[in-house]
């Protein structure tokens, strides 16, 4: 049950993280049809998948080596 801390925590983040993303697009910060904002879309994900999967390493992987 070590993971379920895990799965609440990034399920919340992740949710805020959506509405973040919401709030950005309805008030025009980034524009997903221009190649700018398909790049700074790409790498707010790219930086929350790199913290999930950092955590779950670092919480699953290395206390049992």
């Known amino acids: 049950?070590?993971?379920l801390p895990f799965v609440y925590q990034y399920s919340l983040e992740f949710v805020?993280?959506?509405?973040?993303?919401v709030i950005a697009l309805k008030s025009k910060q980034f524009?997903?049809?221009e190649t700018?904002?398909?790049v700074?879309?790409?790498l707010m994900v790219?930086?929350?998948l790199f913290y999930f999967?950092?955590?779950?390493?670092m919480?699953?992987?290395l206390p049992d080596l």
């Open 46 to 48: 790219a930086t929350f």
């Open 16 to 21: 805020v993280f959506l509405i973040g993303i």
């Open 59 to 61: 919480q699953f992987i």
């Open 36 to 38: 700018r904002g398909k």
């Open 1 to 3: 049950m070590r993971w």
């Open 40 to 42: 700074y879309l790409g």
């Open 53 to 57: 999967l950092l955590q779950g390493f």
């Open 31 to 33: 524009r997903p049809s």
